[in-house]
């Protein structure tokens, strides 16, 4: 059942009509082929989850080809490799648009045969978990930039999204939690992680063991919103430091987790250059470091931690579902690039953070993330150090919070509540 109307159609229906073949990425169950369904229904449609449609496929591509006319929509096409230069052979020999609607979760797998076979031959578009926007009705789908324009433009499509931001950080983001509201919330990740994780994933990372598997997802999960160390999750698990970069790269590439580079400009040179990992899916995260109510989640330990998570991801979704790559333009700070004088008059390193700076057109965009209700200016004090950047400038900062309102702080600080995103 098609319910909830996603963002990136516009997007989609444009690549397709003017590409050759899609490919729509993003992790299992955020609703790639129901999208694709929805929008080219008239296509021929095959999964290969199928394992008898897999098995002819592998067997014979050529005449499953013949049995599958264009257009023709496949689901998971990445579980047969050798699908992909038939493909390519397919596409230089048609001018037509629109053959193949291609779907894969294993963005791993599917990224080195789409580079090796169909480089320039197929538009790719990323998918990811229902945004507040979506959840909410909202029809605005402009990313996530703290301008005067932008806060004027999404100021026209306002909505109060409930009481308690709680409950949907908790839920989650996947489409069915929210398309059949009756579902449990813990069964449904229970069956997620065995049915899709343990499968499909743990395939690739090739755990020693299921204990083994379960304990490295659980220490990532505990560990979102933070500066990654390899050694510390290595020495939990008793695997090599390597091994845990590998299976972290993995998550990353399976859209599990997202990692989020520093910012180091040059004249930063006491930044810290290892990334922070965010999990894409806070129901997801919850799930696996057993927060598993709303109430308890919000009162808890990594109350911080998931609030920034979430907010993290609501602003990558906005770039994503505008058809946008966000990769080079979202970054974070970390360093001890500030000084001052103490009260003998020595110069002293402050350590100091900016949870996301955005760039774009060569404007620095500051931003902090809290869940206080009353924002100071004060919360923004690292933001001055981008002022020494050569050849940037720093446009508007903001602190997006639980506060219920707009309110600037400073000229050119402006605390925001979670509507804004």
Request: charged share 25%; glycine share 6%; net charge neutral.
């Amino acid at each position: 059942m098609y319910s909830i109307i996603r963002h990136i159609e516009p997007v989609v229906e444009r690549r397709a009509r003017n590409s050759k073949a899609i490919l729509l990425t993003g992790p299992r169950q955020v609703g790639k082929s129901t999208l694709f369904k929805h929008l080219f229904s008239s296509a021929n449609q095959v999964t290969f989850d199928d394992d008898l449609m897999l098995a002819q496929a592998a067997e014979d591509v050529g005449l499953f080809l013949m049995n599958n006319p264009c257009p023709l929509m496949i689901d998971e096409v990445q579980k047969c490799p050798s699908i992909f230069n038939r493909l390519k052979i397919v596409l230089d020999n048609t001018d037509k648009l629109s053959n193949f609607y291609l779907t894969g979760s294993q963005k791993l797998q599917l990224m080195e045969n789409v580079s090796d076979s169909l480089a320039g031959r197929i538009s790719i578009v990323e998918l990811e978990g229902l945004s507040l926007r979506e959840i909410n009705g909202v029809n605005f789908n402009r990313h996530f930039v703290p301008t005067e324009d932008y806060l004027g433009e999404r100021e026209k499509h306002l909505k109060k999204y409930g009481a308690d931001i709680w409950a949907t950080i908790h839920r989650g983001s996947y489409p069915e939690l929210y398309a059949n509201p009756e579902r449990e919330w813990i069964d449904y990740y229970q069956s997620y992680v065995k049915t899709y994780l343990e499968r499909d994933v743990n395939k690739l990372i090739k755990a020693k063991n299921h204990l083994t598997f379960v304990r490295f997802m659980t220490a990532v999960a505990a560990r979102t919103g933070q500066i990654i160390n390899y050694a510390n999750i290595a020495s939990e698990l008793d695997v090599s430091e390597v091994t845990v970069k590998e299976w972290i790269s993995i998550l990353e590439k399976s859209g599990i987790v997202y990692i989020l580079k520093p910012y180091t400009a040059s004249v930063l040179n006491r930044a810290v250059k290892t990334p922070k990992l965010y999990f894409r899916d806070t129901g997801l995260c919850c799930y696996l470091t057993r927060w598993l109510t709303p109430e308890t989640l919000k009162n808890g330990a990594m109350a911080g931690a998931m609030f920034e998570t979430f907010v993290i991801n609501e602003i990558l979704k906005s770039y994503s579902n505008e058809g946008l790559d966000y990769d080079f333009d979202v970054y974070y700070y970390n360093g001890k690039d500030k000084k001052k004088k103490d009260e003998n008059g020595k110069t002293v390193e402050l350590e100091g953070e900016i949870d996301l700076i955005i760039q774009e057109n060569g404007i620095l965009y500051p931003i902090e993330i809290k869940m206080s209700t009353m924002p100071k200016a004060s919360m923004a004090s690292e933001f001055d150090v981008l002022d020494g950047i050569p050849d940037k400038k720093r446009g508007m900062g903001a602190i997006i919070c639980l506060l219920d309102r707009k309110l600037y702080l400073r000229e050119n600080l402006v605390a925001l509540p979670l509507e804004y995103l």
